[in-house]
Structure formats: C-alpha cells, structure tokens
C-alpha cells in the first residue's frame, strides 16, 4: 500500500509538471532552447544517485513533518512514511520521459493541419484543443508509459535504503537480511507483476488514445 501511495505521488508530480512543460516547449523554439540542455544534462543523472543527496538536504522529513511539524508527523502514520527525498527522485525518474515525448509529439503535428482551421478561423486556444493536443496525446501517453517503467524502478531501490520502513522494496531489503528467502521470492514475484498489470494498463490507453494514427498513414 505505502508502495502504491509513493508511487502515485511521485509520479503524478513528474506527470502534472512534464506535459504542460513539454507542451510549451513544443510550440517555442525559444523555451526548448533554453530547457534543452538542461534537461539533456539532468536525465542523464540516475535518479537513485540523487537519493543521498536528496536526504542531505530534506533529510528524513515527510510529508506529515511539513503539514504538522516534526513533534506532530507520527500522528499521521501514513503521511510520515512518504519522505520529501524519495518524492523527488520519483519525480526525476518520471518527468524526463514524459516530458521529451510530450515536445517531439508537439513537434511532429503536421503544418498543413494548422494551417488547415486558421484558414478556417480558428484561433489559438481552438488550434491548440482540437489539433495540438490530441496528436501530442499518443506521444504523452507513451511518455507516461515509459516514465512509469522508471519510477517503478526508481520507488523499488529507494525503499531499501535507510530511514524506509515499509514498502516493498524494505519487505525485499528485509527479508534478505533475515535469510527469509521465500518472502524475498514473494516480493520479486509481486515486484514483477505489478510492474506488468501498471504497463498493461498505460499500454490500453496508449492503445485507445493512438487508434487514428494507424488511419492517417
């Protein structure tokens, strides 16, 4: 469960703050100069190298020490088992990939389309929500996709590291400090399937979201 709740946090941040980034990239040449070799720079850092820098400079505070200070964050038992350090490399997991394939989608709409409703008339919100976005969509969703691979990553590593006392990636941890193999087994197997139903899932979206680009070629 704490896996999950983590999980969501982190990713939805990289997700909420990836596509409208990447859409204003895509449609400015301006910004994509300026995020380009920043990003190109900063999705090469592994986000697990980031974790003990990350507890350096939140240490071990979670999201219940922020709401109600540190002599009130064990009150809110499940708030203080999401800390701010493993939040953040979440999100660096996930942002990058969503955020490189929400630009190329912008970048691959077809002039002719946009050229095609201004001719029409239709203005600049119009030709965002009824051309821009919905051939960007498939790209985003494929982003989300390969972001999710990621931070699943990511979530599953950073549990085992110090001042994480839940989650799969502790039971894991845990269990083999304790020469308790079958428990190890068990968090492998549930590891796995769960990476593969998230994928599954993403990928019928993708799926759904992708079916008009089969007819335009």
């Not at 040449?29 to 300026?34: E, G, K, M, W």
């Not at 709409?109 to 051309?131: H, N, W």
Request: hydrophobic fraction near 55%; aromatic fraction near 10%; glycine fraction near 8%.
């Amino acid at each position: 469960m704490m896996t999950l709740i983590r999980l969501t946090l982190g990713f939805g941040l990289g997700i909420i703050t990836a596509v409208p980034l990447g859409l204003w990239a895509g449609q400015s040449r301006v910004v994509d100069r300026i995020f380009y070799p920043v990003v190109q720079m900063a999705r090469s850092i592994n986000p697990i190298v980031l974790l003990p820098i990350a507890t350096v400079i939140f240490g071990l505070s979670s999201i219940a020490s922020v709401m109600s200070g540190e002599m009130e964050a064990w009150k809110h038992d499940v708030w203080d088992q999401v800390q701010l350090a493993m939040i953040l490399i979440l999100w660096w997991g996930a942002f990058f990939p969503v955020f490189l394939s929400t630009t190329h989608g912008v970048r691959t709409v077809r002039r002719a389309y946009i050229d095609t409703v201004m001719i029409m008339g239709a203005s600049k919100v119009q030709i965002f929500q009824k051309v821009i976005f919905p051939h960007a969509l498939p790209f985003i969703v494929n982003g989300t996709r390969i972001g999710m691979g990621v931070t699943w990553l990511v979530l599953i590593a950073a549990e085992i590291f110090p001042g994480t006392r839940s989650g799969i990636g502790y039971m894991l941890c845990t269990a083999c400090k304790t020469s308790d193999y079958q428990y190890t087994f068990a968090a492998i197997l549930v590891i796995g399937v769960t990476g593969l139903i998230m994928d599954a899932v993403i990928h019928r979206i993708e799926l759904a979201v992708s079916h008009w680009q089969a007819a335009e070629k």
